[in-house]
């Protein structure tokens, strides 16, 4: 039978019939929509019922996605110990993960990638112990943060290991070594500090500028000089002068003055873009062959507004640099995984196709149909994904002297907090705001 001849009035009516079917498949983007609406709006309470209430409490392939995005609903809550168990948990199931069971990828090659459990991209990986150390920040837990500073950087080794076949541009995260830094220089580390600075400043020059909006972050070199010198590691001052000549000059006042404390505010802005579906249908023979796969449609970012610090006894300013562009990074992960993706699918394709043919032959038109019916239903986008992680990060650094302060604290527009703090001589104080 040709292909014109198959559409016959009764044909068409089960290419409408499916086609409501598909239609009527929602994404985990479209069922979590309700869940960021509300949480977008600082409606704690409804995202956290709307989550509870959603199968991806009791999938067992969500189970990594719901501890992720119910730790940031609590968090936000300021439930702060309940979020960081959530998210120490998710670390665990990633790392179970980290090895894919046999039967869950035999899975994903017969159904669809939807069906698999959920391991996480690389940089939610890094995410869990960035909002872990964020979260005991927010706590003044320093030496807590500390702990979620090395797990970080043992993360990030397992990601350079994973790629030693191949070059990925986000082996690596500027952010999280420059926070690591941030937190080993409040611990008095200093040589700690200056080797995730060197990473970081490293990275933002290299593999890392795509996803950092404005180039390498003033605060980063300037810090980074000014603990060069105090640990005499002169070999290395020449080429920085060299290259950040106006931050390194700063960075020489700053020595200046040697008891100066420093504030530096860690800034959670927007929201993440998430995962929609791009798809095509086309009939081939008796089939109607449907062709789906998860994209991430690059938009204008969200309007940031004034984000920084002021300090209300002096009237010193500091305005916040962006260190990460967390939608450049989801992008560039899916897009790295997109060839793989593509191939797989059409393999999946080709297999589906080639059993709805033995359904009609062997179980004529209504075999056929059903079988066409399953693994057209089955072929989905998988649009999983941490979809409560803010846009991007930003960090306002502010040198002051010792004593008493009221800091009042800007993040995009909206005055966060309003700080009372007593600064002691040369102590580096981090606080986090969200926005």
């Known amino acids: 039978m040709t292909t014109t001849a198959m559409f016959t009035p009764r044909y068409l009516r089960y290419l409408g019939f499916l086609w409501l079917l598909l239609s009527g498949c929602a994404s985990y983007t479209e069922e979590t929509k309700e869940i960021r609406t509300a949480y977008r709006a600082d409606n704690y309470d409804t995202a956290l019922k709307k989550l509870d209430d959603s199968s991806i409490k009791d999938e067992s ?19 702060q110990q309940k979020s960081r168990a959530l998210l120490m ?3 665990k199931i990633a790392d179970e993960l980290y090895t894919t069971s046999i039967t869950r990828t035999a899975a994903t090659l017969a159904v ?36 979620e500073a090395r797990k970080i950087n043992n993360k990030l080794a397992e990601l350079n290991q994973a790629y030693d076949d191949h070059k990925n541009r986000y082996a690596d995260d500027a952010f999280a070594r420059y926070l690591s830094g941030i937190i080993y220089e409040a611990l008095s580390e200093p040589d700690s500090a200056i080797i995730d600075y060197k990473k970081a400043l490293d990275n933002y ?20 000089y000014r603990l060069l010198v105090r640990r005499n590691r002169s070999d290395r001052l020449g080429q920085l002068e060299h290259d950040f000549p106006k931050e390194t000059q700063l960075a020489k ?7 100066t404390g ?43 507004g004034a984000t920084g610090i002021t300090d209300e006894q002096s009237h010193k300013t500091a305005a916040a640099e962006n260190v990460e562009d967390l939608d450049a990074i989801a992008r560039f992960s899916l897009e790295d995984r997109k060839a793989r993706l593509l191939a797989k699918g059409a393999a999946r394709l080709i297999a589906k196709g080639q059993l709805t043919e033995q359904a009609y032959k062997h179980f004529g038109l209504l075999g056929g149909i059903a079988a066409n019916v399953f693994s057209a239903v089955t072929e989905t986008a998988d649009t999983r994904s941490w979809t409560l992680l803010p ?45």
Do not use: C, W
């Open 253 to 259: 006042q700053d020595l200046a003055t040697p008891d």
């Open 262 to 304: 420093e504030v530096v505010v860690i800034h959670e802005i927007g929201h993440i873009a998430t995962k929609s579906t791009a798809e095509f249908f086309f009939p081939f023979g008796k089939q109607l062959i449907r062709f789906s796969f998860p994209v991430i449609n690059k938009t204008h970012h969200e309007y940031v």
């Open 205 to 224: 020059r290299t593999d890392f500028s795509a996803f950092v909006l404005g180039g390498v972050p003033d605060g980063l070199v300037r810090a980074y």
């Open 391 to 435: 846009q991007g990060f930003y960090v306002s650094r502010l040198r002051l002297a010792p004593g008493p302060h009221t800091l009042r604290i800007q993040t995009s527009g909206r005055l966060g907090k309003i700080e009372k703090v007593t600064l002691k001589k040369g102590e580096v104080l981090i606080l986090r705001d969200v926005g």
């Open 89 to 91: 948990e998710a670390d």
């Open 112 to 147: 669809s990638e939807s069906v698999a459990d959920y391991s996480g991209e690389d940089y939610e990986k890094v995410a869990i112990h960035t909002e872990l150390a964020l979260s005991f920040i927010a706590s003044h837990d320093i030496n807590s943060a500390g702990v």
């Open 61 to 79: 392939k969500n189970r990594l996605l719901y501890r992720l995005e119910r730790s940031m609903i609590l968090d936000r809550m300021g439930e």
